[in-house]
Each structure stands twice: as structure tokens, then as C-alpha cells.
């Protein structure tokens, strides 16, 4: 017997439009199997939940994504959101609009799967999220209102600090004791957790107390790493001394990551403008010999600095 499609689709809560039609024979496969109504672009989330879960569908679904699961995916979700931060920072606003939908995907991805082994759906995804804005901003959507943005933030770390409360009462008395930093994810690139990490022990008056203070850290930390000498003493000092940098960072205002990333940015300028002139000069890179690379190094910074 072929499978029933309608069930399928309902459990998964997709509308009805989108369910298929009875089963009929493909040339080219003699069992019976049911044809799928073609999938027409949409504008809606419904649209893409129905083509994820025809994709996720054990009998007429693509292999590759029948085999996906929690894992095996979730580099893609990351990957997903540098690429939209790329074209934000390349200011390319049709690669934004695609990246986007494919950062979209991964959430819905995920739903499916967990639709499918009966743990939540899209729809309960979507009612979490907006239930949290919600409950975080009592001041547009409460009697609360605070005058300017300093005052509101102050309260959305309030309300995310009574939400970790509740959090670890409701893991029971069993459960180990919670910590300010459980919920900073680890998998997050490393200066960007360690600006979190430094932030979240500041909430509690755990910081430095002004900017020379960390500058003086950072300065310690330096001397920590010229003085060592193993890899793994180098190791451990160099680690110190980025996150010396990253408290640094935050102390100034500044991202540590956007502020790496824009660093990055304009290396690659710059090299790309040194290879440019070695191809002027007939030179291949590799045998123009460090003075005359450090030369139009410096031509690319002199001109940066006439533009600033």
C-alpha cells in the first residue's frame, strides 16, 4: 500500500492545499507511490514548511535531507547567519534578501525534524519567540515605558535574569546549582563569548573599573607572552591576553568580532592592492622580496589615511 500522504502533512501542519494527490505509477518505477503537486514559489512560511517536509518525506522526499538530522545540520545554521552578516557588511542587498531565506530555512529545518519525532512544531517555534518579545518589552507592550533605550535594555536584562531563575527552579531541587553563565553558548566564536562572558560577570559588579585598569591587563598579559616558553605556556598566555582584549573591546563599546571582521576586511584590501602592483611591476608576489611587498603596503596605507 502506498503511504498516505494526508496524515503526513496534517501532522506536520501544513495546510490543505498543500496535500497531495492519490497514488499513481512513474515510468520508470513500477511501484505505487504518490505524485506530490508541483510546489510553486510562495510568499508565505506555509510554502516553505510544505516543501521541507516533502523534502523530509521517507518515500518521495530528496536523500540527502532524509538522512539530515539535529547535528549533522547545525554548522549549516551557523554558516548560514556569517553569510547574511557578509552581505550586511558588503552593504549587497540582493545577496541579503537571498541569504536570508536561507538563514529562514534553517529554523524550519530544524522544526521538521523535531515535528517529526513528536517534540514541537514551526507554529510553536514562532509562539515561544513571540511570547518572549512580549514578556521583554513591558514598555511597548505593558503600562511600563521607559524614556530612552539605556533604561529599556537595563530592564531586558532584568527580565532575562528572572527568566534564568525561573529556569533553574523549574529543573528541580536535584539539578545542579545554577551560574550567571550557564546560558552563554559555547558554541559561539570565541571573542564574541568572551565578550558575553566578561559582560554577564560585570552585571554583578565583577569588572575592572575603568578602561586604563584594562588596559593595564592587557599590557600584563603581553609581557606573559614574551615570557613564555613552552607552545603550551604560549598557548594558554596568547588565550589571555585575546581575552584581556575582548574585556578591552567591551569596556570601549566596541564589538570585538565586528571590529576583527573589519580588520580582516581591510587586510585583504590592502593585499589585494599589493598584488595588483605586483602585477604591474611584472613581479610575481612570491619573488618581490619583503622590502618592495612592505613598499606598496605602505603606498595603500598612505592613501587609506589621505581618504580618512
Given at each position: ?149 539605556e533604561a529599556a535594555q ?90 584581556a582584549v575582548a574585556n ?40 618581490a622580496g619583503l622590502d ?17
Open positions: 500500500m502506498p503511504r498516505d500522504f494526508v496524515d503526513f502533512p496534517r501532522f506536520c501542519g501544513i495546510p490543505a492545499r498543500y496535500l497531495t494527490v492519490p497514488p499513481v505509477k512513474f515510468r520508470h518505477d513500477s511501484r505505487p507511490c504518490s505524485k506530490v503537486i508541483p510546489m510553486q514559489p510562495s510568499r508565505d512560511l506555509d510554502g516553505l514548511v510544505a516543501i521541507m517536509a516533502a523534502l523530509r518525506d521517507p518515500q518521495t522526499g530528496c536523500p540527502w535531507d532524509i538522512v539530515q538530522d539535529f547535528a549533522s545540520i547545525r554548522h549549516y545554521t551557523i554558516e548560514e547567519a556569517y553569510e547574511v552578516a557578509d552581505a550586511i557588511e558588503r552593504s549587497d542587498f540582493v545577496a541579503l534578501r537571498e541569504e536570508l531565506g536561507d538563514l529562514i530555512l534553517q529554523p524550519v529545518y530544524h522544526a521538521q525534524m523535531a515535528a517529526e519525532a513528536g517534540l514541537f512544531d514551526i507554529a510553536d517555534v514562532i509562539e515561544t519567540v513571540t511570547q518572549k518579545l512580549i514578556r521583554r518589552h513591558p514598555h511597548v507592550f505593558g503600562t511600563n515605558r521607559e524614556a530612552d533605550a537595563g530592564r531586558w536584562e532584568a527580565i532575562k535574569a528572572e527568566e534564568r531563575r525561573k529556569k533553574a527552579e523549574n529543573q528541580g531541587p536535584d539539578a545542579p546549582l545554577p551560574s550567571l553563565l550557564d546560558d552563554v553558548p559555547a558554541p559561539l566564536p570565541a571573542l564574541a563569548r568572551a565578550q558575553k562572558l566578561t559582560k554577564r560577570a560585570a552585571s554583578i559588579g565583577f569588572d575592572w573599573p575603568d578602561i586604563p585598569a584594562v588596559i593595564a591587563k592587557v599590557r600584563e598579559e603581553f609581557d606573559e607572552v614574551q615570557a613564555a616558553e613552552t607552545q603550551e605556556e604560549k598557548q594558554e598566555e596568547v588565550g589571555d591576553l585575546l581575552f578591552l573591546a567591551r569596556k570601549l563599546g566596541v564589538d570585538p568580532e565586528a571590529a576583527l571582521r573589519d580588520a580582516n576586511l581591510k587586510f585583504t584590501r590592502r593585499f589585494h592592492y599589493v598584488e595588483s602592483r605586483c602585477r604591474e611591476d611584472s613581479v610575481a608576489p612570491a619573488e618592495r611587498l612592505d613598499g606598496y603596503w605602505n603606498e595603500i596605507r598612505a592613501k587609506d589615511k589621505k581618504r580618512d
